[in-house]
């Protein structure tokens, strides 16, 4: 019988070598079905928007969770290897740290080819911001904002969960991401349905986005970047974010790569201007978003490393 770490490993290997090929049935894709099947059944009840909201939340989480969990039951009792080959699945669709790594790169190729269209094309892949009328360093900027902001809900914190709870827990977290994704939105459809699920997404991934600025200090010291910069920087402008959890981890990549997030971006034709985060007035470039993309990539390989050690460690003790 193979051990839950080396189940977990497993599965991150197979998202570094076949990330989300399209053309695969993908777990985490059927939660957002879910969620809208869901959402569509408890508008049409009488129930305030707030309490629908907070039982799509039951239902949608509660429901991936224990489907989850029967699924890797189920395949278990035809035969063990079933089972354990369901949980390294499951794992491996709650991961997206080659695809994000993927994304990023494509927009850096696009702009060393001096391909500006294809560019803005491709970085509207990622990003909600409009990209039209973007310069090469506004695509830049975009491109690596996105690696870091979706360090931790694509990355570290999936291997947070899968760590202490196995499958269940990480298809648990993505549940509750793809609510926030699909829910969170502060407008008059979402302000109040989406409340649980904007308030729950930030309640999970409170303590990974913290955890993980510790392992991307030490990514980037690996990686001879800017370790005082991160604290400096997470110091400034964390708690300046609008998402009490984003700013960790953009604080930590804009202190580490020595650039400035931030400033004004339009949405949907509207203009926002974004509080800028970081301690130096770097400006972003084709290099800043190869470099995001190491540290990512850095930072998830010493996540899971440091989560394997620590459970080999604490196993006596449990």
Same mark, same amino acid.
Request: aromatic share 10%.
């Given at each position: 019988m193979l051990t839950p770490e080396f189940l977990l490993l497993a599965s991150f290997v197979l998202d570094l070598i076949f990330g989300d090929p399209r053309w695969m049935p993908h777990p985490v894709r059927s939660i957002g079905w879910f969620a809208l099947q869901t959402e569509s059944l408890l508008r049409r009840t009488a129930l305030p928007l707030r309490l629908a909201g907070i039982l799509a939340v039951l239902v949608v989480v509660g429901g991936s969770a224990g489907i989850a969990g029967l699924l890797v039951a189920l395949a278990t009792t035809v035969h063990p290897v079933a089972?354990?080959?369901?949980?390294?699945?499951?794992?491996?669709?709650?991961?997206?740290?080659?695809? =994000?790594?993927?994304?990023?790169? @494509?927009?850096?190729?696009? #702009?060393?080819?001096?391909?500006i269209e294809l560019a803005r094309q491709k970085v509207s892949f990622i990003v909600g911001r409009d990209t039209a009328a973007l310069?090469?360093?506004?695509?830049?900027?975009?491109?690596?904002?996105?690696?870091?902001e979706n360090s931790v809900d694509g990355v570290t914190a999936p291997l947070f969960y899968a760590l202490l709870f196995g499958p269940v827990g990480a298809f648990a977290y993505k549940a509750i991401n793809t609510l926030d994704s699909t829910f969170g939105y502060k407008n008059e459809r979402y302000l109040e349905f989406g409340w649980a699920a904007a308030k729950l997404d930030d =309640?999970?991934?409170?303590?990974? @986005?913290?955890?993980?600025? #510790?392992v991307i200090a030490l990514a980037a010291a690996i990686s001879k970047l800017r370790v005082y910069d991160i604290f400096r920087a997470i110091r400034q402008g964390a708690r300046l974010h609008a998402s009490p959890n984003a700013g960790y981890p953009e604080c930590a990549y804009a202190g580490a790569l020595g650039v400035t997030f931030g400033g004004g971006r339009s949405y949907g034709g509207e203009f926002h201007n974004s509080p800028l985060l970081g301690v130096r007035a770097g400006e972003c470039s084709s290099l800043t978003i190869q470099q995001s993309v190491r540290l990512m990539r850095m930072t998830a390989v010493l996540f899971?490393? =440091?989560?394997?050690?620590?459970?080999?460690?604490?196993?006596?003790?449990?």
């Amino acid at each position: 019988m193979l051990t839950p770490e080396f189940l977990l490993l497993a599965s991150f290997v197979l998202d570094l070598i076949f990330g989300d090929p399209r053309w695969m049935p993908h777990p985490v894709r059927s939660i957002g079905w879910f969620a809208l099947q869901t959402e569509s059944l408890l508008r049409r009840t009488a129930l305030p928007l707030r309490l629908a909201g907070i039982l799509a939340v039951l239902v949608v989480v509660g429901g991936s969770a224990g489907i989850a969990g029967l699924l890797v039951a189920l395949a278990t009792t035809v035969h063990p290897v079933a089972g354990m080959a369901v949980a390294i699945y499951i794992m491996y669709s709650c991961f997206a740290v080659k695809d =994000l790594g993927d994304h990023a790169e @494509a927009v850096r190729k696009a #702009l060393d080819a001096d391909d500006i269209e294809l560019a803005r094309q491709k970085v509207s892949f990622i990003v909600g911001r409009d990209t039209a009328a973007l310069t090469a360093s506004g695509i830049a900027l975009a491109a690596t904002e996105s690696v870091a902001e979706n360090s931790v809900d694509g990355v570290t914190a999936p291997l947070f969960y899968a760590l202490l709870f196995g499958p269940v827990g990480a298809f648990a977290y993505k549940a509750i991401n793809t609510l926030d994704s699909t829910f969170g939105y502060k407008n008059e459809r979402y302000l109040e349905f989406g409340w649980a699920a904007a308030k729950l997404d930030d =309640l999970a991934n409170y303590l990974p @986005a913290r955890v993980t600025v #510790l392992v991307i200090a030490l990514a980037a010291a690996i990686s001879k970047l800017r370790v005082y910069d991160i604290f400096r920087a997470i110091r400034q402008g964390a708690r300046l974010h609008a998402s009490p959890n984003a700013g960790y981890p953009e604080c930590a990549y804009a202190g580490a790569l020595g650039v400035t997030f931030g400033g004004g971006r339009s949405y949907g034709g509207e203009f926002h201007n974004s509080p800028l985060l970081g301690v130096r007035a770097g400006e972003c470039s084709s290099l800043t978003i190869q470099q995001s993309v190491r540290l990512m990539r850095m930072t998830a390989v010493l996540f899971l490393a =440091l989560g394997v050690g620590g459970r080999l460690l604490l196993q006596p003790i449990i």
